[in-house]
């Protein structure tokens, strides 16, 4: 499989919520790291590695959201054919609260022997600070 045909099937497997496809998507020792915080930090905000880790942040996010759709993608692919960076807008409803969280999105992804092995996923801290009421700067 592609990067380019690995990362849509990473956004659909998020949309859909299906942990099982996910898995099947990710390499036996991921990374998936979020880099923005919602203090400033130049060190990443979230770290997951390994497949436990990554799996279980890709759980939290459907414990959380009843709904997670990822329009007006763009993918670009690097010359190698190794790494795909995809532009999304976010639109998840929050599944206590049905409030509603918008954001837009670059993830960088990376392949390694047919499967993805690292994310990085871009994100608008403030937005998801707020959502959560978690205090900013």
């Known amino acids: 499989m592609t990067i380019k045909a690995l990362s849509e099937a990473y956004l659909n497997a998020l949309e859909a919520q299906d942990l099982e496809t996910f898995s099947s998507l990710l390499g036996d020792a991921p990374t998936i790291d979020i880099p923005l915080s919602n203090t400033g930090d130049p060190a990443p905000w979230f770290t997951f590695e390994g497949r436990e880790q990554a799996l279980g942040?890709?759980?939290?996010?459907?414990?959380?959201?009843?709904?997670?759709?990822?329009?007006?993608?763009?993918?670009?692919?690097?010359?190698?054919?190794?790494?795909?960076?995809?532009?999304?807008?976010?639109?998840?409803?929050?599944?206590?609260?049905?409030?509603?969280?918008?954001?837009?999105?670059?993830?960088?992804?990376?392949?390694?022997?047919?499967?993805?092995?690292?994310?990085?996923?871009?994100?608008?801290?403030?937005?998801?600070?707020?959502?959560?009421?978690?205090p900013l700067g």
């Open 57 to 134: 942040y890709i759980a939290t996010i459907f414990s959380n959201f009843s709904q997670v759709k990822l329009t007006e993608r763009r993918t670009y692919v690097s010359d190698d054919g190794k790494t795909a960076f995809v532009e999304a807008k976010g639109d998840l409803i929050q599944r206590d609260t049905e409030a509603s969280y918008r954001n837009v999105y670059v993830f960088k992804m990376s392949m390694q022997d047919g499967r993805i092995s690292h994310v990085r996923e871009y994100a608008n801290p403030v937005p998801f600070a707020k959502l959560m009421g978690m």
